[in-house]
Structure formats: structure tokens, C-alpha cells
């Protein structure tokens, strides 16, 4: 999969691609990342990206056409790939999205800074645009270094088979079951018997007991969402008898 960042600040990507999962992915071929200059295609000497915005007010606005002439080299490059502006008025990223996303030969991000990019560029050119949370970040940039991150791990052979991303928290809805290592007691804690048993099955049925608490404890919308398997019904009816009880005289 290819990914082609359009940005004032290219070095940022430096680090992001140097590191972990994302350099193996890179190494191996699976995944290349073009971080691309908009100020290269900016007209003269001072090759500027911005400029004020009509009607006055503070703030900077990124000008359309050194951003539609990047937009155009990159779509030349990659024409079935989806140009996506990263900002605070998009759609709500999350996990769906990244596995929707996972599906394409490439993206093209627009990295907006300043108070936002020119509305007839978005309009001409943006097919998708994309926010990460409902806070203000000072530019695109990291919120494309989010999603690339999270779009990687779907992709086949970028993560180990033992931690591929069908078991990630929300997959199904559901956060991940609780993790566990060396050494078997911490601080007077130990590490659950039944991890030590060797029985599969066992084990197994502890995971997807472990997962729904977490779910109905952290983030009970997710249940609420999808509703309860007859697995996770029996389980709840069972947490049920338990809580009586302990309630009972
Ligand atoms: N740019 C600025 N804030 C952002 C956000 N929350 N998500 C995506 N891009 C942004």
C-alpha cells in the first residue's frame, strides 16, 4: 500500500517511518510512505503555502494552488487512490474506518495547518476528509501519522501471525482481554491460575471473559452497539448468580 503525505512539514514523517512495526513494513515492501513538499509546488521566490483569509480575520489560510498542482502530481502517480484532508470537521476516525482503508492500493493525505485550506480546493479535489477526535491539533500531520498507523496493522503480513489485528481491542466490538507476564506474582499479585494450566480451552474461555468485563466495565456503548452473543449471555447470567450471591442474607 502506498501512502503519499502532502505537508509543509515532511521531516515530521522522519521519525514515524524510521521506527518499529512501520520501517519493517516499509523494509519489507509491504507498505511505502512519500512524504511530499507542498511548498515544491508553490510559484516564486518565497514559495508560499498560505495566505490571508477573505473577509479579514486572524489566521492564515492554505492557498489552493500549490496545494491543487501537489494534489494533481500525486493523483497522476496514484489515480485510484483517495484524497483525504485531515481536519477537524471530517468524520469521526475508528477502527472501521482503518479496516475500510486497509482495502486500497494507496492514499493521498492532505496535512491542512494554519486555520484551514482554501474551501474551492476541498470542494475541487478533497474525497474524504477526516478528523481523530473532536480536539484542535496545530496541523494534519499527526492525525495522518494516527491513521497510517492504524490501517497498517490490517494489512496482510505487516503484523506477526500470533498478533494479527482481528484480535485488537474493537475488533467485534469488544476491547482486548487482559495481558499477563513474567513474573507470576508482582507486589504480592499473582498472574491468574488458569494462564498457567496449559489447557487451551481453558485459557480461551478466560479471554473472552476477561474481554466482555473489560468491554462492560470501560466501554459498555460498545455492548450497547452490537448487543450480547448467546457465548456472552451465558457468561452475563453467570456474573449475575454470582453478584446475588454475594447480595443474598
Ligand atoms: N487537524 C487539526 N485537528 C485535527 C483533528 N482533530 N483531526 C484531524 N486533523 C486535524
Given at each position: 500500500?502506498?501512502?503519499?503525505?502532502?505537508?509543509?512539514?515532511?521531516?515530521?514523517?522522519?521519525?514515524?517511518?524510521?521506527?518499529?512495526?512501520?520501517?519493517?513494513?516499509?523494509?519489507?515492501?509491504?507498505?511505502?510512505?512519500?512524504?511530499?513538499?507542498?511548498?515544491?509546488?508553490?510559484?516564486?521566490?518565497?514559495?508560499?503555502?498560505?495566505?490571508?483569509?477573505?473577509?479579514?480575520?486572524?489566521?492564515?489560510?492554505?492557498?489552493?494552488?500549490?496545494?491543487?498542482?501537489?494534489?494533481?502530481?500525486?493523483?497522476?502517480?496514484?489515480?485510484?487512490?483517495?484524497?483525504?484532508?485531515?481536519?477537524?470537521?471530517?468524520?469521526?476516525?475508528?477502527?472501521?474506518?482503518?479496516?475500510?482503508?486497509?482495502?486500497?492500493?494507496?492514499?493521498?493525505?492532505?496535512?491542512?495547518?494554519?486555520?484551514?485550506?482554501?474551501?474551492?480546493?476541498?470542494?475541487?479535489?478533497?474525497?474524504?476528509?477526516?478528523?481523530?477526535?473532536?480536539?484542535?491539533?496545530?496541523?494534519?500531520?499527526?492525525?495522518?501519522?494516527?491513521?497510517?498507523?492504524?490501517?497498517?496493522?490490517?494489512?496482510?503480513?505487516?503484523?506477526?501471525?500470533?498478533?494479527?489485528?482481528?484480535f485488537?481491542?474493537?475488533?467485534g466490538?469488544r476491547l482486548e482481554h487482559a495481558?499477563?507476564?513474567?513474573?507470576?506474582?508482582?507486589?504480592?499479585?499473582?498472574?491468574?491460575?488458569v494462564?498457567?494450566?496449559?489447557?487451551h480451552g481453558a485459557v480461551e474461555a478466560w479471554r473472552k471473559e476477561s474481554a466482555l468485563l473489560r468491554t462492560a466495565?470501560?466501554?459498555?456503548?460498545?455492548?450497547?452497539?452490537?448487543?450480547l452473543t448467546e457465548a456472552e449471555k451465558k457468561i452475563v447470567?453467570n456474573w449475575?448468580?454470582?453478584?446475588?450471591?454475594?447480595?443474598?442474607?
Open positions: 500500500m502506498k501512502f503519499c503525505v502532502l505537508t509543509i512539514f515532511p521531516e515530521m514523517f522522519d521519525a514515524f517511518s524510521g521506527y518499529g512495526i512501520m520501517r519493517r513494513a516499509i523494509e519489507s515492501g509491504s507498505i511505502c510512505l512519500d512524504p511530499v513538499n507542498i511548498r515544491d509546488y508553490a510559484e516564486g521566490r518565497h514559495k508560499v503555502t498560505d495566505d490571508r483569509p477573505y473577509g479579514g480575520g486572524s489566521g492564515m489560510v492554505m492557498k489552493p494552488e500549490p496545494l491543487a498542482a501537489a494534489i494533481q502530481a500525486a493523483k497522476s502517480k496514484m489515480p485510484d487512490s483517495p484524497c483525504v484532508l485531515l481536519t477537524p470537521q471530517g468524520r469521526r476516525f475508528d477502527q472501521e474506518i482503518a479496516r475500510q482503508y486497509s482495502d486500497l492500493n494507496g492514499m493521498i493525505f492532505v496535512c491542512g495547518r494554519y486555520e484551514g485550506v482554501d474551501e474551492r480546493l476541498c470542494q475541487a479535489y478533497i474525497d474524504d476528509e477526516i478528523s481523530i477526535g473532536d480536539y484542535v491539533l496545530t496541523g494534519g500531520e499527526l492525525a495522518a501519522m494516527v491513521i497510517m498507523d492504524a490501517v497498517i496493522r490490517h494489512i496482510p503480513g505487516v503484523l506477526g501471525a500470533e498478533d494479527a489485528a482481528e485488537d481491542s474493537f475488533s466490538n495481558h499477563y507476564t513474567r513474573p507470576r506474582v508482582f507486589e504480592q499479585k499473582a498472574v491468574p491460575e494462564l498457567l494450566s496449559g489447557n466495565l470501560k466501554r459498555p456503548d460498545l455492548l450497547e452497539k452490537t448487543g447470567k449475575c448468580r454470582y453478584l446475588e450471591s454475594l447480595a443474598s442474607d
